[in-house]
């Protein structure tokens, strides 16, 4: 998918669609990180170009990566596809569920899709072309059967896998 280069420079919170998230940051607080973009805070790593595997200081996972539109993140590139991607759920039968997201470009819709899990089998029916937006779906999938789940004991310490 090729979007035209953004030209932002205001801030919003959404996730950068060049962070790849590794696991779910239990230590760090945020006042509210089920509003966060993933639905919680995650560690993990950069893929943008020329920087690919590198680890962000906790400062920039907690301000640029976990957030996008991170215009101050010395590693994002200047010409780029979005800023921005932003997820919801638009369908949860129980069964099966429909996630979609938008990329965002000087805060304005580029592009939009949709992907399907199939929450009985525990799998994707379909998948984001992306590897590096396919990660943050999962990762937002995961938050949200999180805050979904019924009551009771939950994981602590889970990977981006759904």
């Known amino acids: 998918m090729i979007f035209p280069p953004a030209r932002s420079r205001r801030v919003n919170a959404l996730a950068c669609p060049y962070f790849r998230p590794t696991q779910k940051w239990e230590e760090c607080t945020w006042p509210h990180p089920s509003r966060l973009p993933l639905g919680a805070g995650w560690q993990g790593r950069c893929s943008a170009p020329g920087y690919e595997g590198v680890e962000p200081a906790s400062e920039e996972l907690k301000e640029f990566c976990n957030l996008g539109y991170a215009l101050k993140c010395s590693r994002l590139p200047a010409d780029r596809s979005c800023d ?3 997820f919801s759920v638009a369908r ?6 429909l996630l979609c997201f938008v990329f ?3 805060h304005r819709p580029v592009a939009h899709g949709s992907l399907e899990y199939d929450s009985s089998a525990r799998q994707w029916l379909s998948q984001h072309p992306d590897s590096r937006i396919q990660a943050l779906a999962e990762c937002y999938l995961q938050s949200y059967r999180r805050r979904s789940a019924p009551a009771g004991p939950q994981p602590s310490n889970e990977s981006s896998q759904p």
Do not use: F, I, M, T
């Not at 949860?92 to 569920?97: I, K, N, Q």
């Open 104 to 106: 965002e470009a000087g």
């Open 92 to 97: 949860d039968d129980g069964s099966r569920l």
């Open 84 to 86: 921005a991607v932003r």
